[in-house]
Protein backbone atom coordinates (compact mmCIF):
# COMPACT_ATOMS: atom_id res chain seq x y z
CA UNK A 1 0.00 0.00 0.00
CA UNK A 2 1.53 3.50 -0.72
CA UNK A 3 1.91 5.70 2.37
CA UNK A 4 -1.39 8.32 0.50
CA UNK A 5 -3.36 5.04 1.04
CA UNK A 6 -2.53 4.77 4.50
CA UNK A 7 -3.48 7.65 5.44
CA UNK A 8 -7.34 6.56 5.18
CA UNK A 9 -6.52 4.17 7.93
CA UNK A 10 -6.04 6.66 10.44
CA UNK A 11 -8.57 8.72 12.00
CA UNK A 12 -7.48 12.46 10.67
CA UNK A 13 -9.04 15.63 10.75
CA UNK A 14 -9.29 16.95 7.26
CA UNK A 15 -8.28 15.72 3.46
CA UNK A 16 -4.26 14.73 2.75
CA UNK A 17 -3.21 17.11 0.69
CA UNK A 18 0.63 15.69 -0.18
CA UNK A 19 2.54 12.70 1.65
CA UNK A 20 6.47 13.60 1.45
CA UNK A 21 9.48 11.93 2.91
CA UNK A 22 10.73 13.00 6.04
CA UNK A 23 14.10 13.41 8.22
CA UNK A 24 16.90 11.64 8.65
CA UNK A 25 16.41 8.87 11.08
CA UNK A 26 18.67 5.57 10.10
CA UNK A 27 15.79 2.93 11.44
CA UNK A 28 12.38 4.08 10.74
CA UNK A 29 11.00 5.99 7.38
CA UNK A 30 9.33 8.86 7.70
CA UNK A 31 6.66 10.81 5.94
CA UNK A 32 5.29 14.44 6.53
CA UNK A 33 1.22 14.84 5.85
CA UNK A 34 -0.30 17.53 4.59
CA UNK A 35 -3.74 18.94 5.02
CA UNK A 36 -5.42 21.39 3.28
CA UNK A 37 -7.66 22.78 5.33
CA UNK A 38 -6.20 26.06 7.35
CA UNK A 39 -7.81 24.20 10.19
CA UNK A 40 -6.56 20.89 10.21
CA UNK A 41 -3.21 19.84 11.40
CA UNK A 42 -0.56 18.28 9.68
CA UNK A 43 0.73 15.10 10.72
CA UNK A 44 4.11 12.38 10.40
CA UNK A 45 3.39 9.07 9.21
CA UNK A 46 6.34 6.52 10.32
CA UNK A 47 7.16 2.95 8.90
CA UNK A 48 7.84 1.47 11.92
CA UNK A 49 11.07 -1.17 11.32
CA UNK A 50 9.81 -4.24 13.05
CA UNK A 51 12.82 -6.30 12.07
CA UNK A 52 14.18 -4.10 15.11
CA UNK A 53 11.33 -3.05 17.08
CA UNK A 54 9.67 -6.74 17.13
CA UNK A 55 6.72 -6.70 19.58
CA UNK A 56 5.10 -2.81 17.93
CA UNK A 57 1.70 -3.31 20.00
CA UNK A 58 4.18 -3.00 23.44
CA UNK A 59 6.15 -0.51 22.17
CA UNK A 60 3.27 1.02 20.89
CA UNK A 61 2.02 0.63 24.45
CA UNK A 62 5.28 2.18 25.93
CA UNK A 63 4.86 5.25 23.81
CA UNK A 64 1.08 5.85 25.05
CA UNK A 65 2.01 5.51 28.68
CA UNK A 66 5.03 7.69 28.50
CA UNK A 67 3.58 10.80 25.93
CA UNK A 68 0.11 10.79 28.00
CA UNK A 69 2.00 11.03 31.22
CA UNK A 70 4.13 13.68 30.31
CA UNK A 71 0.61 15.54 28.79
CA UNK A 72 -0.46 14.83 31.74
CA UNK A 73 1.83 16.62 34.00
CA UNK A 74 2.30 20.16 31.39
CA UNK A 75 -1.37 20.42 32.29
CA UNK A 76 -0.78 20.64 35.67
CA UNK A 77 1.43 22.52 35.36
CA UNK A 78 -0.60 25.04 33.00
CA UNK A 79 2.15 25.06 30.30
CA UNK A 80 0.85 26.58 26.97
CA UNK A 81 0.85 25.18 23.89
CA UNK A 82 0.97 21.55 24.84
CA UNK A 83 0.59 19.77 21.18
CA UNK A 84 3.91 21.13 20.51
CA UNK A 85 5.43 20.22 23.83
CA UNK A 86 4.90 16.60 23.77
CA UNK A 87 4.24 13.90 20.78
CA UNK A 88 0.75 13.41 19.81
CA UNK A 89 -0.33 9.78 18.51
CA UNK A 90 -2.89 9.24 16.25
CA UNK A 91 -5.19 6.09 16.68
CA UNK A 92 -6.32 4.18 13.50
CA UNK A 93 -10.19 4.57 12.18
CA UNK A 94 -10.19 0.96 14.57
CA UNK A 95 -8.55 2.37 17.66
CA UNK A 96 -5.73 1.05 17.32
CA UNK A 97 -2.20 3.14 17.70
CA UNK A 98 -0.75 1.37 14.83
CA UNK A 99 -2.01 -0.10 11.35
CA UNK A 100 -0.75 -3.47 9.95
CA UNK A 101 -0.85 -3.43 5.93
CA UNK A 102 -1.20 -6.65 3.82
CA UNK A 103 2.92 -6.97 3.40
CA UNK A 104 3.15 -7.14 6.82
CA UNK A 105 4.38 -3.14 7.52
CA UNK A 106 3.62 -1.76 10.43
CA UNK A 107 2.57 2.18 10.17
CA UNK A 108 1.26 4.80 13.11
CA UNK A 109 0.94 8.87 12.87
CA UNK A 110 1.81 11.35 15.58
CA UNK A 111 0.47 14.87 15.36
CA UNK A 112 3.32 16.99 12.98
CA UNK A 113 5.06 19.43 15.54
CA UNK A 114 4.68 23.02 13.42
CA UNK A 115 7.00 26.04 13.28
CA UNK A 116 10.05 23.13 15.07
CA UNK A 117 13.49 23.05 14.18
CA UNK A 118 15.91 20.05 14.42
CA UNK A 119 19.31 20.25 14.05
CA UNK A 120 21.61 17.15 12.57
CA UNK A 121 24.42 19.16 13.77
CA UNK A 122 25.12 21.92 16.38
CA UNK A 123 26.24 25.57 15.64
CA UNK A 124 26.40 27.04 19.00
CA UNK A 125 26.54 26.53 22.82
CA UNK A 126 23.27 27.70 23.47
CA UNK A 127 21.72 24.82 21.72
CA UNK A 128 23.86 22.79 23.54
CA UNK A 129 22.45 24.10 26.66
CA UNK A 130 18.84 23.07 25.24
CA UNK A 131 19.91 19.85 24.14
CA UNK A 132 21.19 19.12 27.65
CA UNK A 133 17.85 20.48 29.31
CA UNK A 134 15.80 18.68 26.92
CA UNK A 135 17.00 15.60 27.99
CA UNK A 136 17.08 16.33 31.67
CA UNK A 137 13.52 17.95 31.27
CA UNK A 138 12.18 14.61 29.81
CA UNK A 139 14.42 12.65 33.15
CA UNK A 140 12.30 14.74 35.27
CA UNK A 141 8.56 14.46 33.40
CA UNK A 142 9.43 10.22 33.25
CA UNK A 143 10.96 9.90 36.44
CA UNK A 144 7.15 9.47 38.56
CA UNK A 145 6.03 7.24 35.30
CA UNK A 146 2.77 4.93 37.83
CA UNK A 147 2.46 1.34 36.79
CA UNK A 148 5.04 -1.01 35.88
CA UNK A 149 7.96 -0.67 34.39
CA UNK A 150 8.16 0.04 30.76
CA UNK A 151 8.68 -2.58 27.99
CA UNK A 152 12.23 -3.58 27.09
CA UNK A 153 11.70 -3.22 23.69
CA UNK A 154 15.03 -3.95 22.36
CA UNK A 155 16.64 -5.52 25.68
CA UNK A 156 20.21 -5.46 26.10
CA UNK A 157 19.55 -1.79 24.11
CA UNK A 158 22.88 -0.38 25.60
CA UNK A 159 24.13 -3.52 27.46
CA UNK A 160 27.37 -3.17 26.76
CA UNK A 161 28.69 -6.27 28.16
CA UNK A 162 26.35 -7.58 26.23
CA UNK A 163 27.48 -5.62 22.51
CA UNK A 164 30.82 -6.55 23.28
CA UNK A 165 30.20 -10.49 23.54
CA UNK A 166 28.11 -10.81 20.24
CA UNK A 167 30.53 -8.25 19.04
CA UNK A 168 33.43 -10.99 19.90
CA UNK A 169 31.20 -13.78 18.31
CA UNK A 170 30.73 -11.80 15.25
CA UNK A 171 34.58 -11.16 14.79
CA UNK A 172 35.04 -15.02 14.89
CA UNK A 173 32.75 -15.77 12.42
CA UNK A 174 33.39 -13.29 9.95
CA UNK A 175 30.14 -13.74 7.84
CA UNK A 176 31.20 -11.67 5.30
CA UNK A 177 34.79 -11.87 5.02
CA UNK A 178 35.44 -8.03 5.96
CA UNK A 179 37.27 -8.86 8.99
CA UNK A 180 40.81 -9.00 7.33
CA UNK A 181 40.02 -4.91 6.53
CA UNK A 182 39.39 -4.13 9.97
CA UNK A 183 42.39 -5.54 11.98
CA UNK A 184 42.92 -1.95 13.76
CA UNK A 185 39.76 -0.57 14.48
CA UNK A 186 38.92 -4.46 16.25
CA UNK A 187 42.46 -4.59 18.50
CA UNK A 188 41.52 -0.57 19.31
CA UNK A 189 38.19 -1.76 20.82
CA UNK A 190 39.25 -5.08 22.04
CA UNK A 191 41.80 -3.68 24.32
CA UNK A 192 39.19 -1.52 25.74
CA UNK A 193 36.43 -4.08 26.24
CA UNK A 194 37.00 -4.50 30.03
CA UNK A 195 36.29 -0.88 30.96
CA UNK A 196 33.47 -0.38 28.74
CA UNK A 197 31.53 -3.28 30.84
CA UNK A 198 31.48 -0.89 34.08
CA UNK A 199 27.72 0.65 33.83
CA UNK A 200 26.23 -2.41 33.43
CA UNK A 201 28.47 -3.77 36.16
CA UNK A 202 27.69 -1.16 38.63
CA UNK A 203 24.19 -1.82 37.89
CA UNK A 204 23.90 -4.80 38.89
CA UNK A 205 25.36 -4.36 41.72
CA UNK A 206 22.82 -1.68 42.66
CA UNK A 207 25.07 1.35 42.63
CA UNK A 208 22.88 2.89 40.13
CA UNK A 209 19.45 3.07 39.94
CA UNK A 210 17.66 1.88 37.26
CA UNK A 211 15.55 4.53 35.62
CA UNK A 212 13.18 5.70 32.28
CA UNK A 213 15.64 6.71 29.70
CA UNK A 214 15.37 7.85 26.34
CA UNK A 215 18.50 6.20 24.75
CA UNK A 216 18.80 7.56 21.32
CA UNK A 217 19.66 11.17 22.85
CA UNK A 218 20.67 12.59 18.69
CA UNK A 219 20.33 16.28 18.78
CA UNK A 220 18.18 15.60 15.63
CA UNK A 221 15.46 14.16 18.74
CA UNK A 222 15.01 17.86 20.39
CA UNK A 223 13.01 20.40 18.79
CA UNK A 224 13.31 23.43 19.39
CA UNK A 225 11.24 26.51 18.95
CA UNK A 226 12.50 29.70 16.58
CA UNK A 227 14.69 31.40 19.23
CA UNK A 228 16.20 27.93 20.06
CA UNK A 229 14.36 26.99 23.23
CA UNK A 230 13.29 23.70 23.69
CA UNK A 231 9.97 22.31 22.51
CA UNK A 232 10.08 18.53 22.98
CA UNK A 233 12.05 15.49 22.50
CA UNK A 234 10.88 12.80 20.26
CA UNK A 235 11.61 10.01 18.55
CA UNK A 236 10.45 8.00 21.77
CA UNK A 237 11.17 3.97 20.62
CA UNK A 238 14.06 3.89 22.78
CA UNK A 239 12.49 5.09 25.84
CA UNK A 240 12.51 2.32 28.41
CA UNK A 241 14.72 1.10 31.57
CA UNK A 242 18.12 2.14 31.45
CA UNK A 243 20.57 4.17 33.07
CA UNK A 244 21.06 8.30 33.47
CA UNK A 245 24.70 8.12 31.79
CA UNK A 246 23.46 6.81 28.45
CA UNK A 247 20.85 9.84 27.95
CA UNK A 248 23.71 12.53 28.54
CA UNK A 249 26.28 10.30 26.87
CA UNK A 250 25.20 9.54 24.24
CA UNK A 251 24.08 13.54 23.42
CA UNK A 252 27.15 14.39 24.22
CA UNK A 253 28.61 11.71 21.32
CA UNK A 254 26.26 12.68 18.78
CA UNK A 255 26.14 16.65 20.01
CA UNK A 256 29.03 17.75 21.06
CA UNK A 257 31.44 16.27 17.45
CA UNK A 258 33.41 18.86 15.36
CA UNK A 259 32.57 16.64 12.99
CA UNK A 260 29.65 14.59 11.78
CA UNK A 261 29.14 11.11 12.71
CA UNK A 262 30.20 9.30 9.60
CA UNK A 263 32.52 12.03 8.45
CA UNK A 264 35.12 10.41 6.10
CA UNK A 265 37.87 13.21 7.02
CA UNK A 266 38.93 12.06 10.39
CA UNK A 267 40.30 15.53 11.22
CA UNK A 268 37.20 17.21 11.91
CA UNK A 269 36.24 14.77 13.96
CA UNK A 270 36.91 16.00 17.77
CA UNK A 271 34.98 16.76 20.90
CA UNK A 272 34.11 19.92 21.19
CA UNK A 273 34.56 20.57 24.81
CA UNK A 274 32.16 23.98 25.13
CA UNK A 275 29.50 21.95 23.45
CA UNK A 276 30.09 19.50 25.87
CA UNK A 277 30.42 21.51 29.20
CA UNK A 278 27.08 23.05 27.44
CA UNK A 279 25.37 19.94 27.42
CA UNK A 280 26.62 19.29 31.24
CA UNK A 281 25.76 22.16 32.30
CA UNK A 282 21.87 21.84 30.65
CA UNK A 283 21.16 18.57 32.11
CA UNK A 284 22.39 18.83 35.61
CA UNK A 285 20.95 22.13 35.75
CA UNK A 286 17.63 20.04 35.34
CA UNK A 287 18.38 16.78 37.00
CA UNK A 288 20.74 17.55 39.73
CA UNK A 289 18.06 17.72 42.48
CA UNK A 290 17.14 13.71 41.20
CA UNK A 291 20.48 12.14 40.64
CA UNK A 292 22.43 10.30 43.31
CA UNK A 293 26.20 11.01 43.64
CA UNK A 294 27.25 8.14 41.78
CA UNK A 295 25.21 8.39 39.18
CA UNK A 296 26.59 11.93 38.96
CA UNK A 297 30.30 10.59 38.76
CA UNK A 298 29.09 8.35 36.17
CA UNK A 299 27.85 10.91 33.54
CA UNK A 300 31.52 11.76 31.72
CA UNK A 301 32.16 8.59 31.25
CA UNK A 302 28.53 7.98 29.74
CA UNK A 303 30.14 10.08 27.01
CA UNK A 304 32.88 7.65 26.18
CA UNK A 305 30.92 4.90 27.08
CA UNK A 306 28.47 5.78 24.30
CA UNK A 307 30.95 6.32 21.83
CA UNK A 308 32.82 3.33 22.33
CA UNK A 309 29.57 1.36 22.23
CA UNK A 310 28.65 3.37 19.11
CA UNK A 311 31.96 2.50 17.32
CA UNK A 312 31.57 -1.34 18.58
CA UNK A 313 27.73 -1.46 16.74
CA UNK A 314 28.85 0.09 13.72
CA UNK A 315 31.94 -2.17 12.96
CA UNK A 316 29.64 -5.43 14.11
CA UNK A 317 27.55 -4.08 11.40
CA UNK A 318 29.65 -3.53 8.50
CA UNK A 319 31.58 -7.47 9.68
CA UNK A 320 27.92 -8.69 9.65
CA UNK A 321 27.13 -7.30 5.99
CA UNK A 322 25.29 -4.24 6.52
CA UNK A 323 22.01 -5.54 7.97
CA UNK A 324 21.00 -3.31 10.65
CA UNK A 325 21.69 0.41 9.86
CA UNK A 326 20.52 2.03 6.17
CA UNK A 327 24.09 2.70 4.28
CA UNK A 328 24.45 4.91 1.66
CA UNK A 329 27.85 3.30 0.45
CA UNK A 330 29.13 -0.46 1.15
CA UNK A 331 31.86 1.18 3.40
CA UNK A 332 29.48 3.51 5.11
CA UNK A 333 29.59 1.00 8.41
CA UNK A 334 32.94 1.39 8.20
CA UNK A 335 33.70 5.67 8.02
CA UNK A 336 30.98 5.49 10.50
CA UNK A 337 33.01 3.68 13.31
CA UNK A 338 36.26 5.09 12.28
CA UNK A 339 34.48 8.45 12.77
CA UNK A 340 33.43 7.03 16.52
CA UNK A 341 36.82 5.64 17.14
CA UNK A 342 38.79 9.03 16.51
CA UNK A 343 35.97 10.86 18.80
CA UNK A 344 36.41 8.14 21.72
CA UNK A 345 40.61 8.92 21.30
CA UNK A 346 39.86 12.59 21.48
CA UNK A 347 37.90 11.80 24.51
CA UNK A 348 40.74 9.83 26.14
CA UNK A 349 43.02 13.08 25.60
CA UNK A 350 40.08 15.38 27.32
CA UNK A 351 39.28 12.80 29.64
CA UNK A 352 40.84 14.89 33.03
CA UNK A 353 38.67 17.92 31.63
CA UNK A 354 35.96 16.28 30.98
CA UNK A 355 35.40 15.01 34.67
CA UNK A 356 36.59 18.08 36.36
CA UNK A 357 33.57 20.26 34.27
CA UNK A 358 30.91 17.65 35.98
CA UNK A 359 32.06 17.90 39.52
CA UNK A 360 32.37 21.73 39.15
CA UNK A 361 28.77 22.10 38.48
C1 LIG B 1 19.75 4.97 15.29
O1 LIG B 1 17.04 6.00 14.09
P1 LIG B 1 18.03 6.95 14.66
O2 LIG B 1 18.88 7.51 13.61
O3 LIG B 1 17.40 8.00 15.56
C2 LIG B 1 19.88 4.02 16.48
C3 LIG B 1 20.65 4.69 17.61
C4 LIG B 1 22.01 5.08 17.10
C5 LIG B 1 21.86 5.99 15.87
C6 LIG B 1 23.19 6.31 15.27
C7 LIG B 1 16.91 1.98 17.54
O4 LIG B 1 18.97 6.08 15.67
O5 LIG B 1 20.80 3.81 18.70
O6 LIG B 1 22.73 5.74 18.09
O7 LIG B 1 21.03 5.37 14.87
N1 LIG B 1 18.56 3.60 16.94
C8 LIG B 1 18.29 2.29 17.14
O8 LIG B 1 23.05 7.35 14.36
O9 LIG B 1 19.12 1.40 17.00
MG1 LIG C 1 15.92 9.71 15.43
Known amino acids: ?30 YKVKTQEEDAP ?3 LQIINHHIFQNVPELTRNIKRVTSHIRKKLEEQNVEDIDRRVLTPIDTIDGKGYFKDEEGNYWRMFLFI ?11 RKQAEAGGRAFGQFQKLVSDLPGDPLYPVIPGFHDTEMRINNFKKRVNEDPVGRLKEVGEEVDFLMERSEE ?41 DTVMPGYV ?16 EDDPNLDNVSINMDLYEGFIKGFLQET ?12 AFGAKLLTYEQA ?9 GDKYYKTESPDHNLIRARAQI ?13 QQIVEKQ
Not at 202 to 229: A, S, Y
Open 312 to 320: VRFLDDYID
Open 42 to 44: NYL
Open 288 to 299: KEILTPVEKDTL
Open 114 to 124: EDARSYDQLTN
Open 342 to 354: KLLKSMEENWANM
Open 1 to 30: MTPEQITNQFSLKGSVQSVKPFGTGLINTT
Open 196 to 236: YKKVVQMGREGKIPERIVHQDTKFNNVLLDENDEVLCVIDL
Open 245 to 260: CYDIGDAIRNGANTGK
